[in-house]
């Protein structure tokens, strides 16, 4: 899964979210999974969690790291998903004063059914709760040459939704600029750094599973192509990350960036 290690060593991987202060409150990227997740389990599904062994602490949910922070779940005004799998909005009910930003074909067929989902894809007790909802379809700016760009807002031109389907059909990224460059949070566009080499590669079991995941695989195929490509033209100005790579998140934590507006690290691990 990692590539490396014995085959039956404990793989890692992450739920990499991004906290930012804007002008219009804190907004975040991703949830990881949610303290509702963790109080039932059983919702993830006991297929999900037997294969994944997520790391049920709360201490590692999205909101209690936010009231580490010395914050209130409260004062996130935004949340911005990549997509509305159960590892990524699973904290949605833990922000109930947020708007919760999505892309419309993603929210058409997780919530609406339209057209109706793989059996199990998606856990709907993750948004029983009614939230407010804000909707971003395919109507948009460029940006490095991707289409159908939406900014959050007239106050926060600088934190764009990307589209970027495949994984699934409104999955999108979330690009962040500072300064003059960028920081992309590629959701699940790809799942292995290696993906974004000139010469790309994937450990075997990683790819299986990133296979068995693909609602569209010509189109993720295809929109992680550009990701590299954008990598390769663009990496001095533009810095991708996924959500799952430990890597691509300790490299990134790493770093000396201080965004405009400042952006801090969330971590949930599972294995």
Not at 9 to 20: D, G
Not at 60 to 69: D, N
């Amino acid at each position: 899964m990692n590539g490396s290690g014995s085959l039956f060593q404990r793989a890692r991987l992450v739920c990499h979210c991004l906290l930012m202060e804007t002008n219009d409150g804190l907004a975040l990227v991703d949830t990881g999974i949610g303290l509702g997740d963790i109080a039932l389990p059983e919702r993830l599904g006991r297929r999900w969690v037997r294969q994944t062994a997520p790391k049920l602490d709360p201490a590692e949910t999205a909101a209690e790291q936010v009231r580490a922070l010395g914050y209130s779940p409260n004062d996130v005004c935004h949340v911005l998903l990549t997509h509305l799998d159960r590892d990524h909005a699973g904290g949605v009910p833990d922000f109930p004063h947020a708007a919760i930003h999505v892309h419309r074909a993603e929210y058409d067929i997780a919530v609406l059914r339209k057209p109706a989902p793989p059996e199990g894809r998606y856990v709907t007790g993750q948004w029983s709760h009614g939230p407010r909802w804000q909707f971003y379809g395919e109507a948009g700016e460029d940006w490095f040459g991707f289409k159908g760009v939406r900014a959050l807002g007239d106050k926060e031109a600088d934190i764009l939704m990307i589209p970027l389907a495949g994984h699934t059909l409104g999955h999108c990224g979330i690009a962040v600029r500072s300064g003059d460059t960028w920081l992309l949070h590629a959701g699940d566009s790809y799942f292995h750094h290696g993906q974004l080499d000139a010469s790309p590669r994937v450990p075997l079991m990683l790819g299986y599973f990133q296979r068995r995941g693909d609602m569209d695989r010509a189109m993720r195929i295809a929109n992680q192509a550009r990701l590299r490509a954008l990598k390769r033209d663009h990496g001095d100005c533009v810095t991708i990350v996924n959500s799952h790579d430990p890597a691509d998140y300790e490299r990134c934590r790493c770093r000396s960036m201080n965004p405009e507006p400042s952006a801090r690290r969330l971590d949930s691990r599972s294995a």
